[in-house]
């Protein structure tokens, strides 16, 4: 197996359990999951559901550059939402981040998420 590397970013919130950023094996990248926590308070943000989500992405955006990728490097995408009503309103954020082909993809209703959060995602990633 390959040697695993782990990321961090200072730019994303510190992780709230026994958890990394991010491990890189190979020229894989594997993103663990991203609530809508601001990485100078690590509190939840005030707002709807896009608001939320742009603050996931951003610290997504933030744990890719630490392993010099971005969105383009990503090939799947998991989003988990506490009301698959705000689908849409993902789908339009994402939008803002990610250009054609996009990623595969996978969206699941849940229960509840850490915090009390709307959104949770994750993602992989190849690296060259």
Not at 32 to 54: F, K, M
Not at 92 to 105: G, S
């Amino acid at each position: 197996m390959s040697q695993r590397r782990i990321i961090h970013s200072d730019r994303a919130p510190k992780a709230i359990g026994p958890y990394s950023q991010a491990v890189q094996v190979g020229n894989t990248l594997y993103l663990s999951g991203q609530t809508p926590l601001d990485p100078a308070t690590g509190e939840l943000v005030e707002g709807d559901i896009s608001t939320q989500a742009r603050q996931v992405f951003e610290n997504l955006k933030a744990v890719l550059a630490a392993a010099n990728a971005d969105f383009g490097n990503v090939v799947r995408v998991g989003i988990y939402l506490t009301d698959l009503g705000n689908f849409s309103a993902v789908n339009e954020v994402m939008k803002q981040y990610f250009r054609e082909p996009y990623p595969a993809r996978s969206t699941i209703g849940v229960a509840a998420l850490p915090r009390a959060a709307q959104v949770e995602i994750d993602l992989v990633a190849v690296v060259d």
